[in-house]
């Protein structure tokens, strides 16, 4: 963790009804940290969007079979160029490269989370930890096209 400058853990049960704890909890820690390096509100309404898309997508599908008292960890990282926010679910890891991204104008079942992900971060990666966990982690740089 060299080079970090503020860092934040949450565990949480995996229930729809907590995404506002999370989020409230990720507001604070933007208020505290981030809002006095000069990070943006349209910055952070985007970061905690997408915290707000990983953390439901964990519940809804990665923990759809196991029961709510399955937890889900949440670690954000700042440095002084970056913001990393890492998600940790228990489910069954998916390639998220095998989802079709929706043609514009078209509907289609499923699968438009990932790209907004894309859309909201400068980086997503969705990878299986050594624990047998997955982790979602979503990077954001301080200025645009820093990455």
């Keep these: ?23 409230q909890w990720f507001e604070d820690f933007s208020l505290k940290y981030l809002s006095q390096l000069g990070w943006t509100e349209g910055q952070l309404y985007r970061l ?12 809804r599908h990665a923990h759809r079979t196991l029961p709510p008292e399955t937890t889900i960890e949440i670690e954000v990282s700042l440095w002084i160029n970056k913001i990393e926010i890492r998600i940790w679910d228990h489910g069954n890891p998916f390639d998220p490269d095998a989802i079709a991204e929706p043609a514009p104008g078209t509907l289609q079942v499923g699968g438009y989370g990932w790209f907004l992900l894309r859309r909201l971060a400068d980086r997503v990666v969705y990878e299986r930890s050594e624990d047998g966990r997955n982790c979602l982690v979503i990077v954001k740089y301080a200025k645009e096209g820093q990455y």
């Design 48 to 59: 905690n969007l997408a915290l707000a898309e990983g953390f439901t997508n964990a519940v």
């Design 1 to 23: 963790m060299l080079g970090i400058m503020q860092h934040d853990h949450l565990t949480i049960k995996s229930e729809l009804k907590l995404l506002n704890q999370v989020q």
